[in-house]
């Protein structure tokens, strides 16, 4: 069973920008398509951008050209980098495997506010 560990997150002011790093420990994470999520409460998880095994990604529309998503098979290692951050991105993050999603961390909370 795969762990994971969300980190990164904090409180920013609009426009500015924050590095999630997603941690995971035991086997399996490199063989499988990643993906982060982001949930507000009173509202489902919803999928923000995905990156397969070998790199290619899927960037959900509302935040194309703000957020970019890589991952580090040697390091076990996701990261989100958020550029250009607004309001609307306020949520907790969480990341996890796409196809068969193992427990779900604790997730970093994002705070996008003046």
């Known amino acids: 069973q795969v762990q994971l560990v969300e980190s990164g997150g904090g409180l920013v002011q609009p426009g500015e920008s924050l590095r999630l790093s997603c941690a995971a420990s035991?086997?399996?994470?490199?063989?499988?398509?990643m993906g982060w999520y982001r949930q507000v409460p009173g509202k489902q998880r919803e999928l923000v951008a995905s990156?397969?095994?070998?790199?290619?990604?899927n960037i959900t529309d509302s935040v194309k050209g703000r957020f970019t998503i890589s991952r580090d098979n040697a390091k076990n290692t996701m990261y989100l980098q958020m550029n250009s951050l607004k309001p609307e991105d306020t949520a907790v993050y969480y990341c996890?495997?796409?196809?068969?999603?193992?427990?779900w961390g604790q997730g970093t909370q994002v705070t996008v506010s003046s």
């Open positions: 996890n495997s796409i196809v068969r999603p193992w427990s």
């Open positions: 990156i397969t095994t070998l790199g290619s990604a």
């Open positions: 035991g086997s399996g994470f490199g063989f499988n398509t």
